[in-house]
């Protein structure tokens, strides 16, 4: 007979520190790397607020060019854009850009 499933709560998920949650071999590498879980669980989830933030200000941008009979998009501003990011980050920064600039158009 099989045992029922164990529910287990995604909270109770992310404060576990036993090394096969990890990947780690021992308690002390497992503490480690749980704890800075939580520090890129936290990141990650700045870094989501600050991208819904940009896409709502991205919007207003939008929203009055095109109010005031514009186009949507402006390339020269999205070239300036993907070059700051690969500046800083090098190729992937390009596709970081890309992919931030797909969030942020289209949406008025
Ligand atoms: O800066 C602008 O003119 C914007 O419209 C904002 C933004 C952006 O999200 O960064 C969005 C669309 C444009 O094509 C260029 C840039």
Redesign the pocket.
Known sequence: MSAAPTTVSSSTLSTRTAPAETGARTEAAAGVITGARQRIDDLDGRIIGLIQE?MAV?AV??QE?IASGGRR???S??ME?IGHYSDQLGKPGTTLAMTL?EL??GRV
Do not use: A, D, P, T
């Open positions: 940009r991205s941008i939008q060019r998009v402006n390339l501003r999205e854009i600039l942020c158009r």
